[in-house]
């Protein structure tokens, strides 16, 4: 990945839109989330204000305007916790485990994003738990709720907990 990442913050309509849109009682809803199937093993670039590393607790912290990307994946957020794997001895891989992001958390993905105040990337499995005021949009349509677990490798998407929807009818 080469140049610097550049991100555009959600406009506030879709926030507007998600937060009045008409309530729908589920325990779980599933999402097609197709736009954000992609490879987790490709390289992670990731730029921040500042960084601290902690060889003994095996993580990285960036705080300040992170911006972190694999492949079409994206993430912005105030703060990045890096997590490295271990092996069978407890000595560093170097390895990415886990990345947490806190704070204004965007994920993008071509046409898709989601907003939401944490998430969780579990970089191995290629998934990501979003918690906090969640807001995913896709093209005109707009969900939002509290929890969305996204499979980044089947590109299936479920919200947990009551959501909030509006959807764009297709023309024929």
Known sequence: ?????????LTISIF???AFCAPLAAQETQVPFGGLKHDASEKIEIAADSLVVSQGNANAEFKG????GQGSLKIEADRLLVEYGTDGSGSVTGQIH???AFGRVVLTNGAEAA???EAIYVVADGRVR???D???TQGN????GNVLNIDLNSGDAVFEGRVRTILEPSEN
């Open 16 to 18: 507007a839109a998600a």
């Open 130 to 132: 979003m918690t906090g």
């Open 115 to 117: 907003q939401a105040q």
């Open 141 to 144: 349509n707009a969900i939002a």
């Open 134 to 136: 969640v807001i995913l």
């Open 65 to 68: 305007g992170v911006t972190a």
């Open 1 to 9: 990945m080469t140049g610097m990442l550049m991100f555009k913050p």
């Open 98 to 100: 886990t990345m947490s």
